[in-house]
């Protein structure tokens, strides 16, 4: 035989190192499709279309005449043909190679070579039991608490004895907090090996973590229940005060959905209730003739207008470069409900009476004011394209 054309034997250390090297070229192709069977829900079938589409899993040889690159010769080394092996020598070659990647810490690679085991539908149940059951550790060492779990499952189904799956499955419930069920595999191992330690101290455990979520839910529950306490309050009490919202998706009845801003600087501030029962809300002021506008995160129902723009000129803004706007120089207006008309404010009045009038309408949770010097060409311009009142 001609040596050139002689396959070569690979050694341990060589066969360690290309394990080495697939995990790493591997890492990010298997993470990503854990994402999406997480996403997508987790199937081995769509698993498995996901591997042969890839080409470190290439089933066909290269064609006659081209040469090997060492990976895919390696890779055939990994691999070995249906046409010379029965399902079952095909399946123990596979659970060897995994146990080989396994006890090396290359957990994605045996999960690999695990499916390709299952995959020959060998009719050794005791194997075929054995390559589920890896295959859940495998997934296990990875923190694929569902995925172990699924795998473990069909381990028990093939052999209802077995200790080691039943111990992984009771533990992986553990871990997504299925109580129940993972207390019911304990008594299931604990019938077949009833002095089994670690199984009592696994009970133990789902007590533990049991008392522990129960406390946790009744904890959410408990602050879910208040939080939509404080917000029938807060609904109740706009309501009560006579305040018109913008209703969205064709709403009856005013929910919190009405109260969010769309306006990024005011999405985190939100109309709420002070420790005196008084509505605080986040507000607006636009100034048209400059295309600027002044967000007030906090302006409580009883603070005046006039109170608080003393507080915004108290420092001219910078666009302002000629000191125009003071509370005494100008003119503020809010749109009506139907959007065709300004009315006019009295800066005097507090924001709580003003939000009461019959023709104001609180859109987006955030009351909206324009501003204008008084008697100026900008208010007189932008007043004829409404009908003041």
Same mark, same amino acid.
């Given at each position: 035989?001609?040596?050139?054309?002689?396959?070569?034997?690979?050694?341990?250390?060589?066969?360690?190192?290309?394990?080495?090297?697939?995990?790493?070229?591997?890492?990010?192709?298997?993470?990503?499709?854990?994402?999406?069977?997480?996403?997508?829900?987790?199937?081995?079938?769509?698993?498995?279309?996901?591997?042969?589409?890839?080409?470190?899993?290439?089933?066909?040889?290269?064609?006659?005449?081209?040469?090997?690159?060492?990976?895919?010769?390696?890779?055939?080394?990994?691999?070995?043909?249906?046409?010379?092996?029965?399902?079952?020598?095909?399946?123990?070659?596979?659970?060897?190679?995994?146990?080989?990647?396994?006890?090396?810490?290359?957990?994605?690679?045996?999960?690999?070579?695990?499916?390709?085991?299952?995959?020959?539908?060998?009719?050794?149940?005791?194997?075929?039991?054995?390559?589920?059951?890896?295959?859940?550790?495998?997934?296990?060492?990875?923190?694929?608490?569902?995925?172990?779990?699924?795998?473990?499952?069909?381990?028990?189904?093939?052999?209802?004895?077995?200790?080691?799956?039943?111990?992984?499955?009771?533990?992986?419930?553990?871990?997504?907090?299925?109580?129940?069920?993972?207390?019911?595999?304990?008594?299931?191992?604990?019938?077949?090996?009833?002095?089994?330690?670690?199984? *009592? /101290?696994?009970?133990?455990?789902?007590? @533990?973590? #049991?008392?522990? +979520?129960?406390?946790?839910?009744?904890? !959410?529950? %408990?602050?879910?229940?208040?939080?939509?306490?404080?917000?029938?309050?807060?609904?109740?009490?706009?309501?009560?005060?006579?305040?018109?919202?913008?209703? *969205? /998706?064709?709403?009856?009845?005013?929910? @919190?959905? #009405?109260?969010? +801003?769309?306006?990024?600087?005011?999405? !985190?501030? %939100?109309?709420?209730?002070?420790?005196?029962?008084?509505?605080?809300?986040?507000?607006?002021?636009?100034?048209?003739?400059?295309?600027?506008?002044?967000?007030?995160?906090?302006?409580?129902?009883?603070?005046?207008?006039?109170?608080?723009?003393?507080?915004?000129?108290?420092?001219?803004?910078?666009?302002?470069?000629?000191?125009?706007?003071?509370?005494?120089?100008?003119?503020?207006?809010?749109?009506?409900?139907?959007?065709?008309?300004?009315?006019?404010?009295?800066?005097?009045?507090?924001?709580?009476?003003?939000?009461?009038?019959?023709?104001?309408?609180?859109?987006?949770?955030?009351?909206?004011?324009?501003?204008?010097?008084?008697?100026?060409?900008?208010?007189?311009?932008?007043?004829?394209?409404?009908?003041?009142?």
């Amino acid at each position: 035989m001609d040596n050139n054309n002689r396959k070569k034997i690979w050694t341990y250390d060589e066969r360690l190192e290309l394990a080495t090297k697939l995990e790493g070229q591997l890492d990010d192709f298997i993470s990503q499709l854990e994402k999406r069977t997480f996403k997508e829900g987790y199937t081995e079938e769509s698993m498995l279309e996901e591997l042969e589409n890839h080409p470190f899993f290439m089933k066909k040889a290269p064609e006659p005449g081209q040469p090997l690159s060492p990976l895919v010769e390696g890779l055939q080394q990994l691999k070995y043909s249906p046409e010379e092996n029965t399902p079952e020598q095909l399946a123990k070659s596979y659970k060897d190679d995994g146990n080989f990647n396994f006890n090396n810490g290359q957990y994605r690679m045996s999960i690999i070579s695990y499916t390709e085991g299952i995959r020959t539908r060998c009719k050794d149940q005791e194997l075929l039991a054995q390559l589920y059951n890896n295959r859940a550790t495998a997934h296990y060492m990875l923190q694929n608490y569902r995925c172990s779990l699924n795998d473990s499952k069909q381990a028990i189904k093939l052999k209802s004895d077995y200790a080691k799956s039943l111990e992984r499955a009771a533990r992986c419930c553990l871990r997504v907090k299925d109580f129940d069920q993972c207390n019911e595999l304990c008594d299931k191992i604990l019938r077949i090996f009833p002095e089994e330690r670690v199984i *009592l /101290d696994l009970k133990r455990q789902i007590i @533990l973590s #049991d008392k522990t +979520s129960y406390r946790d839910q009744r904890k !959410q529950k %408990k602050e879910a229940a208040k939080l939509s306490k404080e917000e029938e309050e807060l609904l109740s009490t706009i309501k009560s005060r006579g305040i018109k919202l913008e209703l *969205l /998706d064709g709403n009856k009845i005013p929910n @919190l959905k #009405d109260l969010e +801003s769309k306006i990024p600087e005011l999405m !985190q501030s %939100k109309v709420h209730l002070d420790g005196n029962n008084k509505l605080v809300w986040p507000v607006i002021f636009l100034y048209p003739e400059f295309q600027e506008t002044d967000f007030v995160q906090n302006f409580h129902e009883d603070i005046t207008i006039k109170e608080q723009l003393e507080e915004l000129y108290f420092s001219p803004p910078p666009w302002d470069t000629q000191h125009l706007y003071n509370p005494d120089t100008v003119a503020i207006y809010f749109e009506g409900k139907d959007k065709n008309s300004l009315h006019k404010v009295d800066i005097s009045n507090t924001l709580g009476k003003i939000l009461t009038d019959e023709q104001f309408l609180v859109r987006g949770g955030t009351p909206a004011f324009l501003i204008f010097v008084k008697d100026s060409k900008a208010e007189a311009r932008y007043l004829k394209t409404y009908h003041k009142e």
